[in-house]
């Protein structure tokens, strides 16, 4: 036994992760049912294999991300071309659910994630709304060394500021009206894990304090309690908004957002990455006919046309709920008539007639050509009806959600999930009319005081 424990054989540096983690394991077998010992120094060289084997575990994983990035250096990456580069990604161990094109932009922002990802550093993925960040987010977490620990998922953006401490760091029993028993927050729960921040340009400025207070000190506090908290947590943040320009405008801290951009991806949008259309038109085609269990819906050479051409403002999550919507109203085959009315491109002949008497009328032209039954043509017609009135509704509140759900006696997170529905954001409809928006503003402010 003590020749065990007095062994000072130099480790080879070519011996391999398994054949150290066997002689740590034998120790610790040894150890375990040693008599010779007393308990507690047992327990405590326990204590220490268990701690030596998971570093050693952990180097094992950190390894071979640093080899694959070494085989991709950047002067290497110049020389490849866009497909050798994608191929490379690919078969290399870096886990990415989902499929992409040879966007060099895209291809730039993966490699940087390859790499950063077995790091603790944080990272800011900034891109257009349905870019995927939220994707790249769970990417660089799955090819980290926290891949088996939570990942937890906050948008900061739907939080009420009356909320957000307790939202993000819990609360104790009796803290606040309502606080009925003790509540872990998102960071307690991401504790040894990963925290993805979504939306982290609409953090108000106190939260914005709070999280930087995290971030430097790596404790937190409970709303109503003295007791810091320890957290291990790798931060991931993401934005649709620049904020570099919103810093100086004074809207977001500049000493949080260098924080929190040690390393920056940026996402193109999908209009700049028309390579990958085709692809994620097949790859969301086959998950809507697994989600709805039935057969990969064809597209006409019609629509498919269409679908390469469009524009795509609500980028990757755009593509995606549209590929859903065809294969539940298609059959076997999918045209044109399937989009959503205001999508369909327009044809000539009676479609231009019905066009304009729909601009005399003031309503949104409907071709009974584009529809499938009188079904379809009444469900387009109360969509459409519906959206109207919530965007008319909006501009009279000036985009206060709140004040619009008192207006029409409806349940306000009901309200939310129709402006959802729509592509509706409150935020569009903002300042268009200072002194109401200000009213209105203030008003949303004390309802959501007073539900606190």
């Known amino acids: ?31 375990r049912w040693s008599s010779r010992l007393e308990r507690a120094d047992i327990d405590k060289l326990l204590r220490q294999a268990t701690s030596l084997r998971d570093e050693v575990m952990q180097l094992s994983h950190k390894e071979r991300f640093v080899q694959a990035a070494v085989a991709a250096e950047p002067q290497e990456a110049a020389g490849q071309s866009r497909g050798a580069r994608r191929k490379a990604l690919l078969e290399r161990s870096f886990i990415f659910e989902g499929t992409f094109g040879d966007n060099p932009r895209l291809l730039e922002s993966l490699e940087i994630a390859e790499k950063a990802a077995p ?29 088996d620990k939570p990942f937890i998922s906050v948008n900061c953006g739907a939080i009420p500021d009356n909320l957000l401490e307790s939202e993000l760091f819990g609360h104790r029993k009796g803290a606040f009206t309502g606080a009925s028993n003790d509540r872990k927050g998102k960071f307690e729960s991401a504790h040894t894990g990963t925290i993805f921040l979504d939306e982290i340009g609409e953090l108000p400025l106190a939260g914005q304090v709070k999280l930087l ?5 790596h404790e937190i506090q409970r709303v109503g309690s003295d007791e810091t908290i320890a957290v291990d947590t790798r931060i991931v943040a993401a934005t649709n908004r620049n904020l570099r320009k919103l810093s100086e405008a004074g809207k977001f801290r500049e000493d949080l957002f260098y924080r929190l951009s040690v390393i920056h991806v940026t996402l193109p949008p999908l209009r700049e990455r028309r390579d990958e259309i085709p692809l994620l038109i097949a790859w969301f085609g086959d998950e809507a006919a697994g ?9 006409t050479p019609r629509l ?28 076997d085959m999918a045209d044109v008539e399937h989009l959503p009315l205001d999508m369909r491109p327009a044809s000539a002949g009676s479609t231009a007639a019905s066009t304009d008497g729909a601009h005399t009328s003031g309503e ?10 009188l079904s379809d043509a009444k469900r ?21 959600v709140a004040e619009l759900a008192r207006r029409i006696d409806m349940n306000r997170s009901h309200l939310q999930m ?15 009319n200072g002194p109401v928006a200000k009213q209105n503003g203030a008003n949303e402010r004390d309802e959501e005081d007073g539900e606190a």
Do not use: W
């Open 380 to 400: 387009a017609a109360s969509d459409d009806a519906e959206k109207a009135f919530l965007e008319r509704g909006l501009r009279e509140v000036s985009g206060t």
């Open 1 to 31: 036994m003590m020749k065990i424990l007095d062994q000072t054989e130099e480790a080879s540096p070519a011996i391999s992760y398994a054949g150290l983690i066997e002689r740590i394991e034998i120790l610790r077998s040894t150890l």
């Open 304 to 331: 498919r046309d269409f679908l390469l051409g469009y524009a795509y403002p609500g980028n990757i999550r755009e593509l995606r709920n549209m590929m859903y919507r065809i294969s539940c109203l298609a059959g």
């Open 418 to 432: 129709l402006l959802k529905k729509h592509g509706l954001h409150s935020k569009d409809f903002r300042n268009r």
């Open 364 to 373: 949104q032209p409907i071709s009974v050509a584009n529809l499938m039954s």
């Open 213 to 217: 207070r995290v971030l430097e000190s």
């Open 291 to 299: 989600t709805l269990k039935r057969r990969p819906v064809r597209l």
């Open 119 to 147: 790091t603790d550093l944080p990272v800011l993925i900034d891109g257009e709304s349905g870019t995927g960040k939220e994707l790249m987010a769970k990417v660089i977490h799955a090819n980290g060394a926290r891949a």
